[in-house]
């Protein structure tokens, strides 16, 4: 998430914006990055968040990197984790470790662009971290909340969202997707007898 002030605009003319699609859930191994945001010749360029991480039996698949990195994905290795994605300077946080187990372990959380996302741990899922306050509505707003995970066990609480439309992990449905103009990160989608997709990222307006 980009955010700036003191840009004059030339209502005569013509700036080309560009908003980066979210990236898209998948239902095992790595997922899309959200695509890149930029407005007109400036050049701060607002770059998508990255990939969530499966579990895999082995190796440890890493979370994505980008404006705020995806949670790493864990193996059958008690306590295994990949890399969490990292974040870019100014935009956004790193992601969570994840914590493993036999056939499923425990996803870490999305980094937001105000929090890193949390980090699982023995019985435990990561939540997504929180994103940063905009004004550009009006209203003071948090935006870009990362995704929370999940995990195959029954009875554990899956990964909440981080503040700004991120995603809450699932293991009985679908991920929950980000949040529409908010930019959230999807949530983990996890294992219930059926192996679930993660939710879609959330495109948001990345300028002010």
């Not at 990236?23 to 701060?44: C, K, W, Y």
């Not at 082995?58 to 984790?81: K, Q």
């Not at 425990?106 to 905009?134: D, I, L, M």
Request: no cysteine; glycine share 34%.
């Amino acid at each position: 998430m980009v955010t700036g002030s003191g840009l004059t605009i030339d209502t005569s003319s013509t700036y080309i914006v560009t908003v980066g699609a979210g990236g898209v859930g998948v239902s095992a191994n790595l997922a899309s990055s959200g695509s890149n945001s930029s407005f007109s010749s400036l050049s701060n360029v607002a770059i998508g968040g990255g990939y969530g991480a499966s579990w895999n039996l082995t190796p440890a698949l890493n979370g994505g990197s980008g404006g705020s990195g995806g949670g790493a994905g864990p193996t059958d290795t008690v306590g295994s984790s990949g890399t969490p994605g990292s974040g870019t300077a100014g935009q956004g946080y790193a992601g969570g470790s994840s914590y493993g187990g036999p056939a499923s372990g425990f996803s870490g959380g999305g980094g937001g662009a105000g929090q890193a996302g949390f980090s699982a741990a023995a019985g435990t899922v990561g939540n997504g971290g929180n994103g940063a306050v905009s004004s550009i509505s009006g209203t003071a707003t948090y935006y870009a909340g990362g995704g929370g995970g999940a995990t195959a066990f029954t009875g554990t609480v899956q990964g909440v969202g981080g503040l700004g439309g991120g995603g809450n992990g699932s293991n009985t449905t679908t991920g929950g997707s980000g949040t529409i103009n908010l930019g959230g990160g999807g949530g983990a989608g996890g294992y219930n007898g059926t192996i679930r997709s993660g939710g879609n990222g959330g495109r948001y307006r990345d300028w002010e």
